[in-house]
């Protein structure tokens, strides 16, 4: 008996704390966390993150436009030749031989804006194109990660609910215990029963007093927990509806193909392929436009002469120190990685989903059993209390008759959750 009255109690520490309690349905949660959860303003940050990327992909076809003003001064023949050249100042006398080898200090101030134009950069282009799956990556995550956040919810108000219907069946227990002691007390008075008899409803009762005193802070952790999924201040109590099965059908017993992990995976492949083909795409040739608008002045912030230059560029990497080839492999290896975790990944959902069909059978198997047994259990203690009244029992039938009465009541509401948390596991491995 005593390990029955430790087993239950332990149950029993899942009561009310002190303080008024805010209602929250579980649909309400669900709809909070899907609005406030940061983890799901992370995943909308990753996704603004990867447009960002994306949009540093338009320089492959936005030219590139720079200003620049530079100051030098120098005493060597060709420079100093050079800058009088630029500044169209050459004269006659410049070309004296002293002149030309031994120049004075000569200055020389430029102003110069440059363009330079895309044209043709195949490898750009893929790598524009693997940047845009990832912002589809991000997304698939985004959707994932709202259906895990809705089935942490839903898990954490079933707990909830447990907990509430644990403290039910405790009260409902403490007021039965206390009606029997006070028959037993009053037998005792008149001598018809042994103190130890009065001792053993005492102990059963103060171990339960006990229980609901310290157990408080069970219903605050579980409410804490929602709090936290809601991205609200943790603190907050909450009551929930109260524990019922969850009747609510679902509609597929296998994963579809479409889940958004699945997608995200299959899209990081694909984005595999266009970064191998802008790794390949390094060896073709590359063309940008280029031009040039220059001003040259012996005095700063001079602008006495002018300059253009314009042109096309074809760059052609022959040999890069067989850099391309090196990550070439790499690449292959990456994305042969993600195939195998995908290929991994459905085949542990598939174990999963199925070992969650049996456990789901088996709560549905142990709710009819314990059913039965909380109406034959709460029968037999009603009996029992009639006898102990006509003194045919003694009151350690009738205690061990209180024990599995509250223990069977318990093991039916953890059936009920077990049900429940089952179940939305179910819906959340075939994304529903």
Partial sequence: MKQLLSFILISFSLIDANGQAVVLQKKEAVNQALTENNQLQIATNDIATAEAKYKQTDAVFLPRLSVDYTAMVTNNPLNAFGFKLQQQSITQSDFAPNL??????????????????????????????????????????????????????????????????????????????????????????????????????????????????????????????????????????????????????????????????????????????????????????????????????????????????????????????NEAHSKLNTQKLEQKQIVLQLKNQKEEDTKALAKAHQQLSNADFQLRQYKAAVTQAQEALTILQNRLQQGLVGTTDVLQAHTQLAQQKMFYNQAVTMHNSTLAYIRFLTAQ
């Fill in 100 to 321: 030309l080898n031994n120049p004075s200090a000569t200055g020389d101030f430029s102003a110069k804006a440059s363009l330079m134009q895309p044209i043709f950069n195949a490898d750009m282009l893929a790598m524009r194109k693997a940047a845009q799956k990832q912002v589809a990556i991000a997304g698939f995550k985004k959707q994932r990660t709202q259906d895990y956040i809705r089935f942490s919810v839903e898990t954490a108000y079933n707990q909830l609910q447990m907990a509430y219907e644990m403290q039910r069946v405790a009260n409902d227990a403490l007021q039965t215990l206390q009606a029997t002691y006070k028959w037993v007390k009053d037998r005792y008075d008149q001598g018809y029963v042994q103190k130890s008899d009065l001792l053993n409803v005492e102990v059963q009762i103060k171990a339960i007093e006990t229980q609901i005193a310290t157990a408080g802070s069970a219903i605050a952790e579980y409410s804490d927990n929602l709090s936290v999924l809601m991205g609200k201040p943790i603190g907050t109590l909450y009551t929930t509806d109260s524990l019922e099965m969850d009747l609510n059908p679902y509609e597929t017993t296998i994963i579809p193909d479409t889940r958004n992990d699945y997608k995200a995976m299959e899209t990081a492949i694909l984005a595999y392929d266009d970064m191998m083909k802008s790794t390949k795409r390094t060896m073709i040739p590359k063309v940008n436009g280029f031009a040039l608008y220059q001003f040259n002045d012996k005095n700063a912030f001079g602008f006495g002469s002018n300059a253009y230059l314009a042109g096309l560029q074809l760059t052609w990497n022959i040999f890069q120190g």
